[in-house]
């Protein structure tokens, strides 16, 4: 059996009963159950997450590939994963781990405690450090006491989200972590529970914005367009409004192509043409910054200066290939782009 962690977030109820703090489900858990992502288990009226320091991925990528496109592009990013996770995506990417039901064994998962996932990010030269791959709100316990050590040791942090961390759970995190790259994977409650099976519109709404304006993080969001499931041009405009007026204009906005997979596998991949029209509504609706994903070499990948065109990053998949910004400025017409670009910056 594996070392267990009580929970740094829950309640304590009637008849040995908890009620998980964690995440938005707010699962009240009767005694010797686990909640809905199966990470955390009620015993004896305490409840235990089952994954602290169990961790099912790791590498050394670029940012990039999170996408966060202007946060330290072209650093390299030390990315942990762990299992489970509170969505059931029908067409998640990662579903061997996402999916993957540790309970008390820590089957397909190895230990790596705080202290050594912070060593190993320095010694693959890493800028900073990120928890993705599943959802990393699950994890909260462990990100925390790795968000803390990585700051000490001057390195950045990120979650890449579904957004569905409480209001209690992201104020704790908060003052560790510097990016929320978080998706917003449709603009209705019945878009939501066709693509995540989980009513979590609202609650992801109020996620993104709580992390910009409360706790001043960097925020960057994506939409993976899947073709019938959350693809209408016209929630996608008023998401894009939304960004726009609730997050703000300089707010990047990462339109993904849907590649088939796991229960959608008989959806069609994305046609590229339909990701540039909601490219272009995007930015007619007064977004800066919106780019294409899963799509190598397209010159939606590149930033450009919204002023006069100017092209300030060159792309080529996850490698940064120009880089052409200046104190944080467009060196042709001195507009100011929003961004923290001190990885390239500094070396010029």
Sequence with gaps: MKEMIETILYDKLEDNKVRCNICRHRCMIPYGKYGYCRTRMNRDGILYTLIFGRVSSFNANPIEMKPLFHFFPGSLCFSMGTSGCNFRCPGCQNWEISRMIVEESGAGTEKITPEESIALAVRYKCQGISWTFNEPAIWLEYTVDGAKRAKEKGLYTAYVTNGFIT????DIISPYLDAFR?????????????????????????????????????????TNVTHGINDDENELLEMAQWIRDELGPDTPWHITRFYPHLDFSNIPITPISNLERIRRRGLDAGLRYVYLGNVPGHPGENTYCYTCKEMLIERKGYLVMKFNIKNGRCPECDTEIAGIFSAFETKS
């Design 167 to 170: 209001p209690e759970g992201l």
């Design 182 to 222: 978080v998706d917003i994977k449709g603009f209705s409650e019945e878009t939501y529970k066709k693509i995540s099976s989980v009513s979590a519109w609202s609650g992801v709404l109020d996620s993104a914005k709580r992390a910009k304006h409360n706790h001043n993080m960097h925020v960057e969001c994506v």
